[in-house]
């Protein structure tokens, strides 16, 4: 079955980190370029972070740059998201996404950034 | 930035009717544009990319247009599984931006 399944979120104080992560499997991960975007519950999509297929390259929204780091390890079929200096407004549910028009998606793990 | 608005954010229609959703974008992005639909607790569905090209295993009740700064988004018979918030979004150029949503209620 063609599916990616994220890992890794959960209740983190405002300065803290976190890594999350993305499975993917059925189909060839290494070929793909992947995404992470968020959603704060009842709000609207942003998007977050996009990595190349071969991780030569890396592109993040402005909110997040300097922060967070994307990267992946194709032998594992594993997609990442490193979390740093967390804030209140960082709190959401992740996505990972596939591709640039974002064809597939997992469904989600919350990231609670709260004292 | 490429700003996505979309309009309207809001609408009631009835279960048979035809929907029509637009998106422009703040500045011309080809046909690099995207839809999606939202069911609340669930993660998106990827609808249309270039902006009229079907998804696999995507109905052809939905149906998408348009280029440069307009799209729309149809839906021709709108259907109880149906209901649900649509994204645009587009992947012209980074940062890679969405609209606000239009949420499809039931009249």
Redesign the interface.
Known sequence: EVQLVESGGGLVQPGGSLRLACAASGFTFSTYWMNWVRQVPGKGLEWVAIIQNDGSNQWYADSVRGRFTISREDSKNSLYLQMNSLRDEDTAVYYCARRGFFDLWGRGTLVTVSS | DIQMTQSPSSLSASVGDRVTITCRASQGISN?L?W?QQKPG?????LI??ASSL?SGVPSKFSGSGSGTEFTLTISSLQPEDFATY?C?Q?KS????????TKVEIK
């Open positions: 690099d995207a999606f669930k993660a998106p569905r990827a990319y270039a998804q994204y979004q992947y980074y940062p890679i931006t969405f609209g606000g949503g």
